[in-house]
């Protein structure tokens, strides 16, 4: 069983959120933890490159010289891709690096991060946190209050709030996640996580998954 503070939003602990890790995700999967990474970090991937092969570069197709008798290495056109200037042997084309792992596991993962982050004392509950109007200072006082200031934080509410959104969003190192966007990779990059009490009973009792996902940006 672990113990988390609750803060209300000037960073006054007001509580305390017992949760038990376990209630989460029983064990913790390294295996599937590494898969859930590496396919979120590939769906960002551009893959708009292009490079020219030997015969998309400008130059003569002529052999530059004879084959035997100059002492030299034989060779071909200056189109060659062993000269400086020459097209690439594998050229690289756009492609697609994006897919997709079934969706129980990707859940499993995310509730598997969260549990990791709590046994590590990485995870502070914030009563609620809703603010009238967008106001950075605010979230900066609160970041400082806590003492993360300056340490990547993911701040994750049980709901859209465009104010808290627009107030945190030009604070280096600071993002701002509804619970249902939440997964694997988005918890384990930052070190410390702040979690209103109502997403993290809804990560709990898995009802941040009713509503459809939104694709990254």
């Known amino acids: 069983m672990a113990t988390l503070p609750v803060y ?3 960073g006054k602990k007001v509580g305390d959120y017992d949760i038990d890790p376990s209630e989460l995700c029983p064990t913790i999967d390294k295996q599937l933890l590494h898969d859930a990474v590496v396919m979120y970090q590939a769906n960002r ?3 708009s490159f292009r490079t020219k092969n030997r015969s ?4 003569s197709t002529k052999k530059m010289y004879r084959q035997k008798g ?5 060779a071909g056109s ?3 891709g062993l000269r400086r200037g020459g097209g690439h042997i594998f050229a690289k084309r756009p492609r697609d690096f994006s897919y997709r792992l079934p969706r129980k596991a990707l859940q499993k993962a995310t509730k598997m991060a969260m549990a990791g982050k709590i046994r590590d004392e990485q995870v502070m509950v914030l009563d609620q946190f809703a603010l009238d109007a967008p106001k950075t200072s605010e979230v900066v006082s609160l970041l400082k209050a806590l003492e993360i200031n300056g340490t990547s934080t993911l701040i994750a509410t049980d709901g859209h709030n465009a104010n ?3 107030s945190a969003r030009n604070i280096p190192r600071v993002n701002v996640m ?3 966007d939440l997964n694997a990779l988005a918890l384990l990059h930052p070190q410390r996580i702040l979690i209103t ?3 993290l009973d809804a990560l709990k009792e898995g009802r941040h998954n009713q509503e459809p996902e939104v694709a990254a940006g």
Do not use: C, I, L, P
């Not at 998309?56 to 130059?59: A, F, L, N, R, T």
């Open 8 to 10: 209300d939003k000037t």
């Open 45 to 47: 991937r551009q893959g």
């Open 56 to 59: 998309e570069v400008q130059g």
């Open 70 to 74: 100059t002492g030299n290495a034989r």
């Open 78 to 80: 200056k189109r060659s």
């Open 164 to 166: 808290v959104f627009k």
């Open 178 to 180: 509804e619970v249902r």
């Open 197 to 199: 009490r109502a997403a």
